[in-house]
């Protein structure tokens, strides 16, 4: 009589521990940043920054003055050149981007782009002050419809927050942007 | 009564060990396979021009290879590859040919030379990064060892592997090279 009762519980424990091992978040999804989804034009508040997207412009090609060389990049797909105001909450910081397309791939700051005049990888924003500062994406132009603009803070954004800035009205594309100090 | 039982008790002593060597020989056997197949280069199969490879995050497809005369005066000639990459991923890659970086392995007489320097043909500067769904050509450029020869050189390119959930944290990661192909040409512009 003793037996239906050991397996009982044999069966009971192994059909908890699989329903959690089924159930339990695995490390890529634990370990992410808090999303915040901010509509066009609104203000997103994060933990350490507060940030705007205020433009949206899309390029063939573009155009800047970096190390005294004219530079002119070109590209298959479509320069996306975006404008934001932010500034820090807690302490002077900088901020990452990425461009999330409407796929879902996420294209990161193009380095193709390093050394524009207010370029996001060389801006710090301060606490209280509010900064300008223009991010570079190159990517194919159907990610741009229903895409949007992943802000974080500094380096890696685990545990922080993410904010999901939802583009402005989408421009014409022009053939070049320049960029001027 | 007491042979019964002695004869009955060999018997099922006979049996679990016939048993037990078995599992045992089957686990052996399964373990010795699995380190022949570990030990045993295999031979990854040959590509030609124009034939796209599969590197893990990203394919290449070599277009040319051919002899260049040097960059700059005083300089050693150059071995180029001119080569289609594309970015399999969903995201941006720095680590083109993985990390650490390991892009076409290429050697002569069996000598293997150091790692080439990749630019985008673009705009000739270095390749440092790869979008995803945006194709792009580049030039790997090796220098010529002041002893080659020109004969037929082997490339061989490698593969990392996808985890979704490694060992260590159970993180997604990419890991292990293993060679995917090899190309054995003869450059262009050889004598």
């Known amino acids: ?181 | 009564m007491t042979e019964t039982r002695r004869t009955s008790l060999l018997r099922r002593l006979r049996l679990r060990l016939a048993a037990s060597v078995g599992v045992a020989a089957a686990v052996l056997v399964g373990l010795w396979l699995k380190v022949q197949d570990a030990r045993a280069p295999q031979e990854p199969p040959a590509v030609t021009l124009g034939q796209a490879v599969d590197q893990g995050r990203t394919e290449i497809t070599p277009l040319s290879l051919s002899l260049a005369p040097p960059e700059r005066a005083g300089e050693p000639g150059r071995l180029l590859l001119r080569a289609r990459l594309l970015n399999l991923t969903g995201e941006s890659q720095f680590a083109v040919f993985g990390f650490p970086p390991h892009p076409p392995e290429l050697a002569s007489g069996g000598v293997v030379w150091p790692e080439p320097e990749v630019t985008l043909d673009r705009d000739g500067e270095l390749l440092a990064q790869l979008h995803p769904r945006l194709a792009e050509r580049v030039t790997l450029a090796w220098q010529l060892p002041p002893d080659w020869q020109p004969g037929p050189v082997s490339l061989t390119f490698h593969r990392q592997i996808f985890k979704l959930r490694d060992n260590l944290y159970g993180m997604s990661n990419w890991l292990l090279f293993q060679p995917a192909a090899r190309m054995t040409i003869m450059p262009e512009g050889a004598p």
């Not at chain 1, 994060?46 to 190390?67: K, N, P, Q, V």
């Open chain 1, 1 to 181: 009589m003793i037996w239906p009762g050991r397996i009982a519980i044999v069966l009971a424990g192994a059909a908890l521990l699989g329903g959690m091992m089924q159930t339990a978040p695995d490390y890529n999804s634990v370990v992410q940043p808090f999303r915040h989804h901010v509509a066009a034009g609104g203000t997103g508040e994060a933990r350490s920054f507060r940030a705007r997207f205020t433009g949206l412009r899309l390029a063939d090609r573009i155009a800047f003055r970096h190390f005294s060389r004219d530079l002119v990049r070109d590209s298959d797909g479509v320069f996306l050149v975006a404008e934001i105001e932010a500034e820090a909450r807690l302490a002077s910081q900088r901020l990452d981007a990425v461009w999330q397309g409407a796929s879902g791939r996420r294209y990161a700051l193009s380095r193709r782009a390093e050394g524009i005049p207010r370029g996001l990888e060389s801006r710090w924003f301060q606490p209280g002050l509010s900064n300008r500062a223009v991010a570079v994406f190159e990517l194919p132009e159907d990610e741009v419809a229903g895409g949007a603009l992943v802000l974080t803070g500094g380096f890696i954004a685990v545990f922080d927050s993410a904010l999901y800035l939802a583009p402005p009205a989408l421009p014409e594309r022009q053939p070049i942007i320049r960029f001027e100090p």
